[in-house]
């Protein structure tokens, strides 16, 4: 039932990174939900569409926040901007990869990854929880990824702080899953958004992506059921198989598929 969303959980969803890709989606399917939607990023026009589509097709209400979420005062803006509306939903989903050898990857570009892929989920948690365990109700994902489960050669500071996304979804599971709260760690393979543009990735041989929206749609459907969901089966064949070799043999396989993702590595 569409209302059932808002019943669940609460009035508003909140989506960081919700002007292209997976968090787009995300803004498609909750508002199919019945949820009403906040939209955070930078490029406001992006935005500005989407949330004229799903006021349009789902008949829910929108905010737009246009927000850079590496600036030190971008947590306490958005509180600002949300106000006093019932937060049942966070999706922690801003995020950006950058493939290449570590040295010669630009060093504020690292760090501002680091803010914007693990501070940035942290304190926007923390800012929004609160209330969701007083009223006995929400849901919070984070979005992981398949290079979250093994140290991952030339994608190394992206795919530590996927690991860190992971661990701490599945650590705040265990922590309020009695209270009413469906938090989830969403580890999608490679899918196809912007991000790969955007990490340098020129992948030409290999299985097609995975569309976004098909992300998207398990996890709506997995929240609550599980602390944490792995799309496609070869992605879950991947990360299963690597907790049975040695952690070395795993990395030295993940380094030469990142190669493959850029000839000249
Ligand atoms: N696509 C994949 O293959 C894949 C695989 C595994 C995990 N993921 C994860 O999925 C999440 C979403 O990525 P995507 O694939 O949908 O990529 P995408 O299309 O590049 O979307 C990234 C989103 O993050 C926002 N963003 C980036 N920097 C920001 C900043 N400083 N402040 C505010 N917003 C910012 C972007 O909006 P603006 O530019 O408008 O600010 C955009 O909406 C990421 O966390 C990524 O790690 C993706």
């Known amino acids: 039932m569409k209302n059932d969303w808002k019943k669940r959980y609460g009035d508003w969803a909140i989506v960081t990174g919700a002007s292209s890709g997976l968090g787009a989606d995300f803004v498609r399917q909750l508002a199919r939900k019945g949820m009403n939607i906040i939209l955070v990023a930078r490029r406001v026009d992006m935005m ?33 901007e949300v106000g006093d509306k019932e937060i049942g939903v966070l999706i922690n989903n801003a995020g950006y990869g950058a493939l ?59 795919a530590a702080t996927k ?51 098909d ?4 996890a709506i459907r997995k929240l609550g059921k599980r602390p944490s969901v792995i799309h496609g089966i070869i992605n879950n064949i991947g990360a299963f198989s690597s907790r049975f070799v040695p952690r070395g043999t795993s990395a030295k396989l993940s380094g030469a598929i990142m190669k493959m993702m850029r000839p000249g590595l």
Request: hydrophobic content about 40%.
């Open 215 to 218: 992300v998207v749609e398990l």
């Open 100 to 158: 290449g050898k570590f040295h010669e990857n630009d060093y504020d570009y690292q760090v501002e990854m680091v803010t914007l892929n693990c501070v940035v989920p942290v304190a926007l948690t923390h800012a929004f929880i609160e209330p969701m365990v007083k009223r006995g109700k929400g849901a919070v994902i984070f979005l992981a990824s398949t290079a979250a489960y093994q140290g991952v050669p030339f994608f190394s500071v992206y």
């Open 163 to 213: 690991s860190f996304n992971l661990f701490l979804a599945e650590g705040l599971w265990g922590e309020y899953r009695k209270q009413g709260i469906d938090i989830m760690g969403l580890s999608p393979g490679y899918t196809a958004t912007e991000f790969q543009s955007h990490a340098h990735i020129k992948r030409n041989k290999g299985p097609a992506p995975a569309k976004s929206e």
């Open 48 to 80: 500005n569409a989407i949330a004229e589509e799903v006021e349009n097709e789902c008949n829910v209400k929108t905010q737009l926040i246009g927000q850079d979420l590496i600036e030190s005062d971008a947590v306490d803006n958005i509180r600002k």
